[in-house]
């Protein structure tokens, strides 16, 4: 069995996740996990693919011919250690260019490993100003865990860390 990384993009249009799922259900592929969106009139998407290995030559071949669409495929070759700890971060701040950047500095300075990262734009309620939300999720041992916060929350003194495990 092999792992497929799809990672496509283009123009969106109606039916290219439908164009998507037949082609990989033709080839008898298991969509697994997804992140698909809507982007400045573009799709975007990353699907994770099980596939017969028999079976993916022809369905990687397949995929890369949709018309329109921009696909980049991977074989996936799981290789990271479990980690001690998963930790999910809601991080709220006033929204600023390089916010992303400081975020990601600071976990891969404390030695966590980003492993998802969800992020939007909104305006306050009250001000109007623009606002970054972001939910992260972070592999990092378990004793690391309050040192990280804490360079996190050092960024700026309206950034907000809320903590799940």
Not at 71 to 77: F, G, H, L, R, T
Not at 115 to 126: C, G, P
């Amino acid at each position: 069995m092999n792992n497929l990384v799809v990672s496509c993009i283009g123009p969106d249009q109606a039916g290219l996740v439908d164009t998507l799922s037949k082609i990989i259900s033709k080839h008898q592929g298991n969509w697994q996990v997804s992140s698909l969106h809507h982007l400045s009139g573009f799709f975007a998407g990353v699907i994770e693919v099980a596939v017969a290995k028999d079976n993916s030559e022809a369905l990687i071949s397949e995929l890369k011919a949709i018309n329109g669409l921009s696909c980049q495929i991977e074989v996936a070759e799981p290789n990271m250690p479990k980690a001690a700890s998963n930790l999910v971060l809601e991080i709220t701040a006033n929204d600023r260019a390089g916010i992303v950047q400081e975020v990601s500095s600071v976990i891969h300075n404390q030695s966590g490993n980003l492993i998802k990262l969800v992020s939007s734009q909104a305006s306050a309620a009250n001000s109007g100003q623009d606002i970054f939300k972001a939910k992260v999720q972070v592999s990092i041992k378990e004793q690391s865990i309050d040192e990280l916060i804490a360079a996190l929350e050092q960024i700026s003194n309206d950034l907000m860390v809320d903590v799940s495990r």
